[in-house]
Nanobody, 122 residues
């Protein structure tokens, strides 16, 4: 069984910083890509940033220059450093991963974390 476990959300003032973590546990052969999505109340879930196994990144325009994704491959963990936070960054942040896993054979599957709340408010 594969799980994505997120941590690091919370309440922060505008202009502040937070770092989110997402660790993947289970029979993981390789990580193809890991993403951070977010969903604000009344809005659709949107992609914040993706990082591929090759290290390529794709950021949403709204977070470019403020957010940074990084990985620790030894720990199967992805981080999202969020700086200069704004009220409009308030949302539930979800980790998503495309993993090659070992079951009877090697298969590629998509997994979601449970979500972590980020609230930016004074």
């Amino acid at each position: 069984q594969v799980q994505l476990v997120e941590s690091g959300g919370g309440l922060v003032q505008p202009g502040g910083s937070l770092r989110l973590s997402c660790a993947a546990f289970g029979s993981i052969v390789s990580i193809n890509a890991m993403d951070w999505y977010r969903q604000a109340p009344g809005k659709q879930r949107e992609l914040v940033v993706r990082i591929t196994s090759g290290g390529s990144t794709n950021y949403a325009d709204s977070v470019k220059g403020r957010f940074a994704i990084s990985t620790d491959n030894d720990k199967n963990t992805v981080y999202l450093q969020m700086n200069s936070l704004k009220a409009e960054d308030t949302a539930v942040y979800y980790c998503h991963a495309i993993l090659s896993i070992m079951t009877m054979t090697i298969s590629t599957r998509s997994y979601w974390g449970q979500g972590t709340q980020v609230t930016v408010s004074s």
